[in-house]
């Protein structure tokens, strides 16, 4: 199953993904997918690395849907993680 | 209001100096996300879902306009412009940056405020009613007592890591505006012999995975006892409750598991033990404390009742809001008002930094100057002549918070749910914005009359769906967001948790099952009776055959 990893960036909390270059970006469609159970190894050994240089907070793996090899989310959950704000039309914004 | 000493303000200054350094060595690396954890939560520091937030205390609610104008300021200059009232009379930051947080609290502390046991297995902010000091029907204020178990908690050192969290509610008056039946102890104050007062102690209440209602500890406690009965309830407690298991360690488990008379007879042996031993406060010193709290000097301020009349006569909107939002106030010629921020179609409990400032204006010009935070995530002005109540109407108009819905079906409580929330399985807001907007015409709301409806996200039950009288719990079906119904909850002086009606329902079918409890209401409804009386005539039954079909 095609895998990403994601985490919370420790000095805002924001959501990353583990994306090339072992950078960790705001947005899913550039996370690096790991297609293999020896790919996310590899990617879980980088994220963990990250988390004890103190960058990420919490990573995790999850398993992602691909549209022509854009890794997209699969569950409610990381839908909203991944749309950094909530569904519903915020008080701040015109309703 | 309680206003901070010196003592108050320099331990505040430490403690957050202390903060700022621990957040420095994080960012640093010199400390683990383990080792920080706890350390953040102390300071009511979470991560959540899209970035850290900050649960704030407001002790019992009570906020002056300078603490409600710096949460405005802070909404605006380290969060996206807005907060989120809780439903423990607290405010909630959404999207709070690590780095930020040494400066939040010390500009909360510039206004005698701060996020300490906001979070952990302590006695976290004590809540009260939020009409305290001003409601009609109240025996005695409320938030002297407050005050004090506010200061007797604050760092105690033996019930600083208690077998899990721990929530005490306080009421003086005889509508039960604080929920004290489904806290770890609720206090009812209760008139004694010879126009003297004392509390009636309850214990063992609480919502979450297992719901319970609270049981009666104790019939009538002195009040110069207060503080060594609740040492001894709370000893008892830290010594039995269940460290093994997260489900059942709150005081509930325990006092449900070797029953509420062997926990009685425990903390009765402890309390002869300790009763000397100075932990009750001497009287000049609840004297001082009560001194604070003196009641305001209210104008004489008549309404002249014929224009009063004319213009709730001549504006609907004017006059629903007074039928639901101004309730009675001790003194005649005033009002407490509730300010919703209910209007259909509106997050529940959420504010902007501009409403807060609005708000704080108002309560200034109209209220002396202080507003009440509501566990059903609403705002009140507690002393509001009824000669302003056409003015500050239309005051709160220019910043859309009249919606007179207060207690009615749009008056929703929810938990932020999902859309911020990590343990949730399921979203409340959308749901809560969906139902407002199928009640929205305020005519029809009023006419099914009052009705408390609450969503939580997630087992927890932040958003008290036990307690509901119609109550949804978000759940997760095989990864979608299902919703189970239960009816007949209630918070108040009549506690009860609700029952579940029957199977889930997907999101989208959430708003129709609504109307169809709403409307088999109606038609069961005999002489204007109210919800909960109607289902405790009908049963269950009408409304799962109209949810559910004709049984086989």
């Known amino acids: 199953m095609p895998s990403v990893i994601t985490a919370n960036r420790l000095v805002d909390g924001i959501v990353v993904y583990l994306s090339e270059d072992d950078k960790w970006l705001t947005d899913l469609a550039a996370a690096r997918v790991a297609d293999d159970e020896a790919g996310l190894e590899k990617l879980t050994a980088i994220a963990g690395q990250a988390a004890a240089d103190h960058i990420v907070v919490g990573p995790y793996s999850m398993a992602v849907d691909l549209s022509e090899g854009v890794p997209g989310p699969k569950s409610v959950r990381e839908q909203i993680r991944a749309a950094h704000r909530p569904t519903i039309t915020a008080v701040t914004e015109a309703r | 209001m309680y206003r901070y000493d010196d003592f108050d303000r320099d331990f505040l200054l430490d403690r957050n100096r202390e903060f700022r350094a621990q957040v420095e060595r994080r960012l640093a690396g010199q400390l683990t996300e383990d080792e920080f954890k706890p350390l953040r939560l102390m300071n009511g520091l979470y991560l959540q879902l899209h970035a850290y937030m900050l649960r704030v205390a407001i002790p019992y609610g009570v906020l002056s306009t300078r603490q409600l104008r710096q949460l405005g300021m802070i909404a605006r200059r380290w969060d996206k412009g807005f907060g989120h009232w809780t439903t423990r009379q607290n405010i909630q930051f959404n999207w709070i940056k690590l780095v930020d947080a040494p400066d939040i ?8 405020m701060h996020a300490i046991q906001t979070s952990g297995n302590c006695i976290r902010n004590v809540t009260a009613d939020p009409f305290a000091g001003a409601a009609a029907d109240e025996i005695e204020d409320p938030r002297i007592w407050a005050e004090i178990l506010r200061q007797w908690s604050t760092n105690h050192p033996e ?8 929530k005490i509610a306080i009421t003086g008056a005889l509508e039960d505006r604080a929920a004290i039946a489904f806290h770890d102890i609720g206090i009812r104050i209760v008139g004694g012999p010879n126009g003297t007062f004392g509390f009636r102690v309850y214990v063992g209440g609480g919502q979450g995975r297992t719901p319970y209602v609270a049981q009666e500890m104790k019939d009538f406690l002195p009040p110069d006892q207060l503080l060594s009965y609740l040492e001894a309830m709370l000893r008892i407690y830290n010594l039995h409750g269940r460290r093994d298991n997260i489900y059942k360690a709150r005081i509930k488990i325990l006092v449900n598991a070797i029953g509420v008379d062997a926990y009685r007879a425990q903390v009765e042996d402890e309390w002869e033990c300790i009763r000397g031993e100075e932990i009750d406060l001497p009287a000049d010193e609840v004297a001082r404390i009560q001194a604070h709290f003196a009641p305001p000097q209210l104008q004489l301020n008549p309404v002249d009742h014929a224009t009063f009349s004319k213009a709730r006569s001549e504006d609907g909107g004017f006059d629903r809001w007074v039928r639901h939002n101004v309730l009675p106030h001790k003194n005649p010629d005033y009002a407490i008002v509730s300010i919703a921020f209910k209007e259909p179609g509106r997050p529940p409990g959420d504010a902007t930094g501009e409403e807060m400032e609005h708000v704080a204006d108002a309560a200034d010009r109209y209220s002396r100057g202080e507003v009440r935070v509501t566990y059903t995530q609403n705002l009140i002005l ?3 002549a009824r000669a302003d109540l056409a003015d500050l109407y239309e005051d709160l108009k220019s910043a859309g918070l009249v919606a007179g819905n207060t207690d ?5 409580i929810a938990c932020p749910g999902l859309d911020y929330c990590n343990l949730a399985n399921a979203r409340s807001l959308p749901i809560a914005q969906d139902i407002t907007e199928r009640f929205a015409d305020p005519e029809r709301a009023e006419a099914v009359g009052e009705l408390r409806l609450n969503i939580s996200g997630c087992i927890n039950a932040c958003g008290h769906h036990h307690s509901g009288h119609i109550g949804i719990l978000g759940v997760d079906k095989k990864g979608t967001e299902h919703y189970q119904i239960t009816l007949g909850g209630s918070p108040g002086g009549d ?4 029952d579940i009606v029957g199977p889930s329902f997907p999101a989208e079918d959430v708003p129709d099952a609504i109307e169809t ?3 088999t209401y109606l038609a069961q409804r005999r002489d204007g009776e109210a919800f909960l009386a109607t289902y405790a005539r009908v049963g ?5 055959e109209a949810l559910y079909g004709t049984p086989r």
């Open chain 2, 540 to 544: 269950a039954d009408p409304f799962k």
């Open chain 2, 517 to 519: 409890i709403v409307d």
């Open chain 2, 159 to 166: 019930f600083t890591f208690l077998p899990r969290k721990f």
């Open chain 2, 495 to 498: 506690a009860a948790i609700g």
């Open chain 2, 105 to 112: 609290l010390e500009a909360l502390a510039e206004v005698d």
């Open chain 2, 408 to 412: 009615l079906i749009t008056d929703i």
């Open chain 2, 382 to 384: 507690p002393n509001v």
